[in-house]
């Protein structure tokens, strides 16, 4: 049976777009392949984090998983930082790819380019992420679009050693849904809906109450020439709206095109505003059953039994080929 592997990193509260671009893509997938979806907090200190909130935070990220419809009996869930052979191949990895290619990545140039202490982690940071895909022999990585050039990394590095060692890893796919790779930002529509942004009013985020949503959706910047159609070029507010409305509905973008072809701007924004608020209330009524339960734990101890016996023959395996061993 084919594997999926994703994971969201809790530096922030998880989103819309986090939903769309990858755990919903993880729900539909999960009954026809073997599942993984962990938390990658290792990932989330490449920028300083609050540790107390850092805690709190992986906690929400496996009970939103949860209440999102990730089945625990049909995957393994657990916390990277609990499992030292991510870190571990992570470094030989490290030595196997070239400051050229690191150096490339756009995330890191962006993100890097907005801040003045950048850390050595932020810019190792794919290649941590090469590590969690590859030692779980991945098939497909189930990501949005921004997320795309890191796998694409992943599977270089996966023929760099196959090359040198032998055939160790199996070469990785990322799994980018047609519609929703990128959902953006309600305020910016030209920018990604991101966790870490600092405009509270472009991003909608999973345990927004209802009136915060329906505020944000109703003050979505869109444009003025009053027409409802698709065109992200010119009109990238209403074409997110619409993106959003075809990612929750499961209608095809034709489809929604045709539903809201007469509407007004304010109409449109009140039927993308009840689908979003339909669809979180139902992941917030879940989420709260499972927040202060017992599941979190036994979900992330039997993850982390079963995810540790996977990376460590995957770990030893190379580690043997690459010579480090009596
Ligand atoms: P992260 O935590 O930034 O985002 C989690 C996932 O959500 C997707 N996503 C979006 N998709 C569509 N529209 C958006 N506005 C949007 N915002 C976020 C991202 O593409 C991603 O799929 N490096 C990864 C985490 C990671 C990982 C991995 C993923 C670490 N190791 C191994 C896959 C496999 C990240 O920072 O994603």
């Given at each position: 049976m084919k594997r999926i592997l994703t994971g969201l990193k809790p530096s922030g509260e998880?989103?819309?777009?986090?939903?769309?671009?990858?755990?919903?893509?993880?729900?539909s997938y999960q009954k026809d392949y073997e599942s993984i979806i962990f938390v990658p907090d290792l990932h989330a200190i490449?920028?300083?984090?609050?540790?107390?909130?850092?805690?709190?935070?992986i906690k929400k990220n496996v009970a939103l998983y949860l209440a999102c419809g990730i089945d625990p009996e049909k995957n393994i869930i657990f916390l990277q930082s609990e499992n030292v052979y991510?870190?571990?191949?992570?470094?030989?990895?490290?030595?196997?790819?070239?400051?050229?290619?690191?150096?490339?990545?756009?995330?890191?140039?962006?993100?890097?380019?907005?801040?003045e202490n950048v850390s050595v982690g932020l810019f190792t940071y794919p290649i941590l992420m090469a590590a969690d895909i590859l030692l779980y022999d991945a098939d497909y990585v189930p990501v949005g679009i921004d997320q795309k050039q890191h796998v694409e990394?992943?599977?270089?590095?996966?023929n760099r050693i196959n090359n040198r060692y032998g055939n160790i890893f199996k070469v990785p796919e990322p799994l980018i849904p047609?519609?929703?790779?990128?959902?953006?930002?309600?305020?910016?529509?030209?920018?990604?809906?991101?966790?870490?942004?600092?405009?509270?009013?472009?991003t909608i985020l999973l345990l927004d109450s209802e009136k915060d949503i329906r505020k944000k959706i109703a003050s979505a910047v869109t444009d003025s020439e009053g027409k409802v159609y698709f065109d992200k070029e010119n009109k990238p507010g209403i074409s997110n709206l619409l993106t959003i409305y075809s990612c929750l509905s499961n209608l095809s973008i034709e489809e929604v095109e045709d539903k809201f072809k007469d509407y007004?701007?304010?109409n449109l924004k009140k039927?993308?505003?009840?689908?979003?608020?339909e669809k979180l209330t139902e992941i917030q009524t879940k989420y709260e059953n499972i927040i202060n339960s017992n599941m979190i734990d036994e979900v992330l101890d039997k993850g982390k039994n079963l995810s540790i016996k996977m990376a460590q023959a995957k770990y030893e395996k190379l580690k043997e080929k690459?010579?480090?061993?009596r």
């Open positions: 998880l989103t819309l777009g986090s939903l769309i671009g990858a755990i919903k893509q993880c729900v490449t920028v300083e984090q609050d540790p107390k909130e850092l805690k709190m935070r991510h870190a571990n191949l992570s470094w030989i990895l490290e030595c196997n790819t070239y400051m050229g290619e690191a150096s490339r990545m756009t995330q890191f140039k962006d993100k890097s380019s907005k801040k990394l992943a599977r270089d590095i996966a047609e519609v929703g790779a990128k959902i953006m930002d309600l305020q910016e529509p030209t920018k990604k809906m991101s966790k870490s942004s600092d405009n509270y009013k472009g007004n701007y304010g039927e993308v505003a009840d689908i979003v608020v690459v010579g480090l061993t």
